[in-house]
Nanobody, 126 residues
Framework: QVQLVESGGGLVQAGGSLRLSCAAS????????MGWFRQAPGKEREFVGA????????WYADSVKGRFTISRDNTKNTVVLQMNSLKPEDTAVYYC???????????????????WGQGTQVTVSS
């Protein structure tokens, strides 16, 4: 059973940066693509970005492309979401998620991710 724990959320001014981390335990971390999703109040959970099992491929939502970067360290079972040039519309609870099965690419649907962290709040003030 894969367990995920996010950290690093907080309050930041528009234009600022935050770094979210996700620590994984259980399962074979290096076999799964990892995704980040977010959910704002009153809105559906939406895809932010993801990284392949090896870290060699990343894919992002258009809304964050060029501002957010995902990386992973398979020796430490961690994945990081670096968020730069933050905007008030980035305010949401951010979730780390692991793909349901191994060696998949370009999955953006929350349904395809079977393991989730508890979420961490990111608030961007204008």
């Amino acid at each position: 059973q894969v367990q995920l724990v996010e950290s690093g959320g907080g309050l930041v001014q528009a234009g600022g940066s935050l770094r979210l981390s996700c620590a994984a335990s259980g399962g074979t971390f290096s076999s799964y693509s990892m995704g980040w999703f977010r959910q704002a109040p009153g809105k559906e959970r939406e895809f932010v970005g993801a990284i392949s099992w090896s870290g060699g491929t990343t894919w992002y939502a258009d809304s964050v492309k060029g501002r957010f970067t995902i990386s992973r360290d398979n020796t430490k079972n961690t994945v990081v979401l670096q968020m730069n040039s933050l905007k008030p519309e980035d305010t949401a609870v951010y979730y780390c998620a692991a793909d349901k099965s191994t060696y998949n690419l370009y999955r953006v649907d929350a349904y395809d991710y079977g393991y989730w962290g508890q979420g961490t709040q990111v608030t961007v003030s204008s």
